[in-house]
C-alpha cells in the first residue's frame, strides 16, 4: 500500500516570503498525486497536482515539484499570504485512491 | 469549478441513534465517491469507495454494518452511521471525480462534523 508523509508537522513564514513544504511517498507505482490545503472546519480544497510522467507543473503562486527518483514531492508557494495559512495535505496514489500524508501547517507571520 | 456538496455540515445525534449524510455532485457525474473520516488535527483517512449500482468497497477495519453506503445515482451517495457512540464522532468528508476521467482532480465536499453524545 501507499505511506504518504510530511516532513515537518509545522512551517512559520514571513508573510511575502516563500515557502516549501516537502512530503516523501512509498509507493514507487503511485502516479498521480495532489496537493490540497485545508482551513479549520473546512474541507479539503484542490491546489494543484500533478502526474508520474511530469516533474514540474505550475500553477498561480504554486508549483509542485515531483522526483520519482527519491519519491519524494514539494509544494512552494511564492510569495506568501496571511490567506496561505491553513494545513497543507499531500495526497498520493494509482487509479482513483488517494493516500493522504499527516499534514503541515503553514502560519504566515504579518 | 465542479462543486461537491455534502449535507448536512454539523450534526449532533444521541448514541444508539443512526445519522445519514449526503453527498452530492453538483454540476458533474460521479460514478465513484469516497468518504473519508478525520480526527482533530489528524490526516484523511479513506473509509470506503462508493460505487455506484454496486456495493461499495470499505477499507480494511472499517464495518460495513455500521457505515452503510448508498450510492443510488450518478450524482448521490450516502453514508448512514448506524448505532452511534462517542467514538465515532468525527469530521465525515466525501469526495468526486468526474466519471470518465482517470487521474483528475477529486472534489471535496466541505464535510460534516458528527458528534454523538
Known amino acids: 500500500g501507499e505511506s504518504v508523509g510530511l516532513h515537518l508537522p509545522t512551517l512559520s513564514v514571513q508573510e511575502g516570503d516563500n515557502s516549501i513544504i516537502n512530503c516523501a511517498y512509498s509507493n514507487s507505482a503511485s502516479d498521480y498525486f495532489i496537493w490540497y490545503k485545508q482551513e479549520s472546519g473546512k474541507g479539503p480544497q484542490f491546489i494543484i497536482d500533478?502526474?508520474?510522467?511530469?516533474d514540474k507543473r505550475q500553477g498561480q503562486r504554486v508549483t509542485v515539484l515531483l522526483n520519482k527518483t527519491v519519491k519524494h514531492l514539494s509544494l512552494q508557494i511564492a510569495a506568501t499570504q496571511p490567506g496561505d495559512s491553513a494545513v497543507y495535505f499531500c495526497a498520493g496514489g494509482e487509479n482513483e485512491k488517494l493516500t493522504f500524508g499527516t499534514g503541515t501547517r503553514l502560519t504566515i507571520i504579518p | 469549478g465542479a462543486v461537491v456538496s455534502q449535507h448536512p455540515s454539523r450534526v449532533i445525534c444521541k448514541s444508539g441513534t443512526s445519522v445519514k449524510i449526503e453527498c452530492r455532485s453538483l454540476?458533474?457525474?460521479?460514478?465513484?465517491m469516497f468518504w473519508y473520516r478525520q480526527f482533530p488535527k489528524q490526516s484523511l483517512m479513506l473509509m470506503a469507495t462508493s460505487n455506484e449500482g454496486s456495493k461499495a468497497t470499505y477499507e480494511q477495519g472499517v464495518e460495513k454494518d455500521k457505515f452503510l453506503i448508498n450510492h443510488a445515482s450518478l450524482t448521490l451517495s450516502t453514508l448512514t452511521v448506524t448505532s452511534a457512540h462517542p467514538e465515532d464522532s468525527s469530521f465525515y468528508i466525501c469526495s468526486a471525480r468526474r466519471t470518465g476521467n482517470m487521474n483528475t482532480e477529486a472534489f471535496f465536499g466541505q464535510g460534516t462534523r458528527l458528534t454523538v453524545v
Open positions: 500533478i502526474r508520474s510522467n511530469m
Open positions: 454540476d458533474f457525474q460521479a460514478t465513484t
